[in-house]
């Protein structure tokens, strides 16, 4: 079946350098959303991104998708200690069913 | 607006137990779906409706249940729990009206421990 796989599984950087997680899809995918989860919270949405090649920026967030529609990524620029969490891709193939990757939890250091 | 509630919060059952794990949206949306979250694991869809009246079956449904109640509300059931079911459990509902949105809203969940 469908698989997402997301590395790295943990990321430990010091406040302000920057971050990337890497999202890779078994199947060509329709769309692809990225969600944080906060310790102890719930997954929140951050963004979908739907076209081949497609770069979407959020303030220090950037995200990309890859010309095959296979892979994706989030980049943040000069971390900080409000971006503790969990990052999570989530692959949809068009139907109802989304699959998320493992997540990549990320720890700063002040 | 309430958005996707969970009820309970917090579990615990012993094996063989039974419980209903509830959960409501006010989003008027269509889909909704049921996932857990176990460390490293990511999270896994359990089942999920894709509008009132229909249900599917996810990625890990063996030993769960569901209802899709109304437009609102969507349970699941656990009919003879297992340690191996100990987990957080989320619920979360999408629109799926023209536009091709695919954002999830998902509830607080509920920690549930089968000893």
């Known amino acids: 079946g469908q698989q997402v796989m997301q590395i790295p599984q943990y990321q430990h950087v010091q406040e302000g350098e920057d971050f990337t997680t890497y999202c890779n899809s078994s199947?060509?995918?329709?769309?692809i959303q990225w969600y944080k989860q906060r310790p102890g919270g719930h997954p929140v949405f951050l963004i979908q991104?739907?076209?081949?090649?497609e770069v979407k920026k959020q303030k220090r967030l950037t995200f990309q998708f890859g010309e095959a529609k296979k892979n994706s990524s989030l980049h943040i620029t000069a971390t900080q200690t409000t971006d503790v969490g969990t990052y999570f891709c989530?692959?949809?193939?068009?139907?109802?069913?989304?699959?998320f990757g493992a997540g990549t939890r990320l720890f700063v250091k002040a | 607006n309430a958005g996707v509630t969970q009820t309970p919060k917090f579990q615990v059952l012993k094996t063989g137990q039974s419980m209903t794990l509830q959960c409501a949206q006010d989003?008027?949306?269509?889909?909704m779906y049921w996932y857990r979250q176990d460390p490293g694991m990511g999270l896994r869809l359990i089942y999920y409706?894709?509008?009132?009246?229909?249900?599917d079956k996810g990625e890990v449904p063996n030993g769960y249940n569901v209802s899709r109640l109304n437009k609102r509300e969507f349970s699941l059931r656990l009919e003879s729990a297992a340690p191996s079911q100990t987990s957080v459990y989320f619920c979360?509902?999408?629109?799926?009206?023209?536009?091709?949105?695919?954002?999830?809203?998902f509830g607080p969940g509920t920690r549930l421990t089968v000893t």
């Open positions: 989003m008027n949306h269509n889909s």
């Open positions: 979360a509902s999408r629109s799926t009206g023209h536009g091709g949105n695919y954002e999830q809203y």
């Open positions: 199947t060509t995918l329709s769309n």
């Open positions: 991104l739907v076209k081949s090649g």
């Open positions: 409706s894709a509008s009132e009246g229909t249900t």
């Open positions: 989530a692959g949809n193939t068009g139907g109802f069913k989304t699959i």
